[in-house]
């Protein structure tokens, strides 16, 4: 199994380019999350998914969209990049609620 | 909302020396999850640990969820073991996790 596998690993864009951040896990896990880590502010969530087909915000959602069309795919968009999204993203996945979540290796995001 | 603190928030030790790094939530959990941030950035869990002790080698965690806290203790710290340690709870159903903001660990050689 490679776990939770996101792409890329590093990016800088331009204030008001789009881009979608990807996410993949091979455990057949139903919940999936995005996070964002910045400096002294811990881990913020962004949005999560309890299964195919459904998503829901958490704290920081605006700027972001998400979609779950597959189990194993989370993917993370970008309408409208700006200063304020540059950050380190991460994305997790755990079977259910009762288990632990593991975390993907992280997408450094520059927005100049 | 819940919240949670982690203290203390930084630390620095000698290696070979043994430390306890401490999570305190302010309401009712029903699993909380420690892990290692290393210095490049990747997230390990390190324990799954709603309530009692555990251990994994030199690490161990204890969890006392009637009096709200969580306990990682560190033994005979190695340079490896730099880095941010962080806490999270899980609230809301499950849903969402709620994280510390973390102990940064320095291990001096």
């Known amino acids: 199994n490679a776990g939770v596998t996101q792409t890329p690993k590093f990016q800088v864009l331009k204030t008001g380019q789009s881009m979608t951040l990807q996410c993949a896990q091979d455990?057949?896990?139903?919940?999936m999350s995005w996070y964002r880590q910045d400096p002294g502010m811990g881990l913020r969530l962004i949005h999560y998914?309890?299964?195919?087909?459904?998503?829901d915000q958490g704290e920081v959602p605006n700027g972001y969209n998400v979609s779950r069309s597959t189990t194993e795919d989370f993917p993370l968009r970008l309408l409208s990049a700006a200063p304020s999204q540059t950050s380190v993203y991460f994305c997790?996945?755990?079977?259910?609620?009762?288990?632990?979540?593991?975390f993907g290796d992280g997408t450094r995001l520059s927005i100049l | 909302g819940i919240q949670v603190e982690q203290s203390p928030p930084d630390l620095i030790l000698q290696e070979g020396a043994n430390s306890t790094l401490r999570c305190n939530f302010s309401?009712?959990?029903?699993?909380l999850q420690w892990f290692h941030q290393n210095p490049w950035g990747q997230l390990i869990n390190l324990f799954y640990?709603?309530?009692?002790?555990k251990q994994n080698g030199r690490l161990s965690a204890t969890t006392v969820a009637t009096e709200r806290y969580s306990l990682l203790y560190i033994s005979s710290s190695q340079t490896t073991d730099s880095g941010v340690y962080f806490c999270?709870?899980?609230?809301?159903?499950?849903?969402?996790?709620?994280w510390g903001l973390g102990t940064s660990l320095a291990v001096n050689p």
């Open positions: 999270a709870v899980f609230a809301g159903n499950n849903r969402k996790l709620i």
């Open positions: 997790a996945s755990r079977t259910d609620g009762n288990q632990p979540q593991h």
């Open positions: 998914s309890v299964g195919a087909g459904i998503t």
């Open positions: 640990i709603p309530s009692g002790t």
């Open positions: 309401d009712s959990v029903n699993n």
């Open positions: 455990m057949n896990h139903e919940y």
